[in-house]
């Protein structure tokens, strides 16, 4: 019998191609706030939900799992993350695909996260929070603390342009991260580690092309790569699936600048060259994992584009 498995998040970029990679193998069950999806995705079994912020959510995801017989609970949207973890707390029955909540609560929290990755001597980028920021000249990244995607990320290189990000963004400063500008090659990152903490599949992801979200990538093997994210899994202890976010400078230095507790929407390229990253954590969720590392082929191209669909409302 197929494992019922639920996925929020069906309006992200991940989907339709990976419900179709997904589909012969388990039950799937999405939600999103977004409810015009049932019309673009009519067949599939969808269920609008509550912002994730709101206070109905945990409740309706809780009634959702226990309506449908839900095995494999996978949160994809940052803010539902805690939220996943406190009703797997409610819900043990549930297999919940995701980080330890430490880890979570830690990379969830941009500033800590810099600390910490300091603090083990895996990365380290020059790093202030606003109210602790005075100014001093060259090129700045001012983004959110707490975050995803490129929400509220800008290049600032004046103390005006630092009022103004205030004024428009209506941030205050304590909620805000200012790192210094790091230049080299922008890398992201799939590590899937199990429960016992054992990295199972690694695959290193060169970005081509950005904006939001990544829309050319292409797989490389890089071992200042592997290193750094053995010492992430050794040192902070996972868990789960995580995406790390970096860049390597013309030094070979790796400069990580940030930490996703769950899959990205680059694990299609997982899926394309063959490898089902729910079912290598399913087959080695409770059992240590003393196997060879997998890797995906090298030379393998993600590229995004855009797609014009049509229907009409039911």
């Known amino acids: 019998m197929k494992k019922r ?3 929020s998040g069906l ?3 991940l989907f339709p191609y990976l419900h179709n990679k997904l589909k012969n193998s388990y039950d799937l069950y999405y939600v999103d706030s977004d409810e015009s999806l049932k019309d673009l995705y009519p067949d599939l079994n969808f269920f609008p939900a509550p912002l994730v912020t709101s206070k109905e959510y945990s409740a309706f995801i809780e009634d959702l799992i226990s309506k449908h017989s839900i095995e494999i609970y996978i949160p994809l949207i940052d803010e539902e ?6 009703i797997k ?13 430490n880890f979570c609560t830690l990379a969830l929290r941009k500033d800590l996260l810099m600390k910490e990755l300091k603090a083990h001597g ?5 790093t202030w929070t606003g109210d602790n920021f005075e100014w001093s000249e060259g090129v700045f990244f001012v983004k959110p603390i707490s975050g995803r995607g490129s929400r509220g990320i800008r290049k600032i290189s004046s ?5 103004a990000y205030y004024l428009l963004e209506k941030y205050k400063p304590k909620d805000i991260l200012i790192q210094e500008c790091i230049e080299g090659q922008e890398y992201t990152v799939g590590a899937l580690i199990n429960p016992c903490n054992d990295l199972i599949y690694l695959s290193t992801r060169k970005i081509l092309k950005k904006k939001g979200i990544t829309i050319k990538a292409i797989t490389e093997n890089n071992s200042a790569i592997d290193d750094a994210v053995d010492r992430i899994r050794k040192s902070l202890k996972p868990k789960g699936p995580i995406n790390v976010q970096l860049y390597i400078t013309d030094k070979g230095e790796v400069k990580i600048f940030e930490i996703n507790p769950r899959f990205s ?7 394309e060259d063959g490898h089902d990253e729910i079912g290598l954590w399913l087959r080695h969720f409770d059992s240590k ?3 060879q590392l997998i890797r995906p082929k090298t030379g393998l191209i993600l590229h995004r584009r855009w797609e014009n669909v049509f229907y009409e409302r039911s």
């Open 81 to 86: 993350i805690e939220i996943a973890h406190r």
């Open 159 to 163: 103390e005006q342009e630092l009022k």
């Open 5 to 7: 498995i639920l996925l």
């Open 122 to 126: 895996i990365s380290e980028i020059k």
């Open 11 to 13: 309006g992200g970029s």
């Open 265 to 271: 929407t680059t694990t299609i390229m997982s899926y």
């Open 289 to 291: 994992y003393e196997q």
């Open 89 to 101: 707390n409610k819900l043990p029955f549930i297999k919940l695909l995701s980080a330890d909540l």
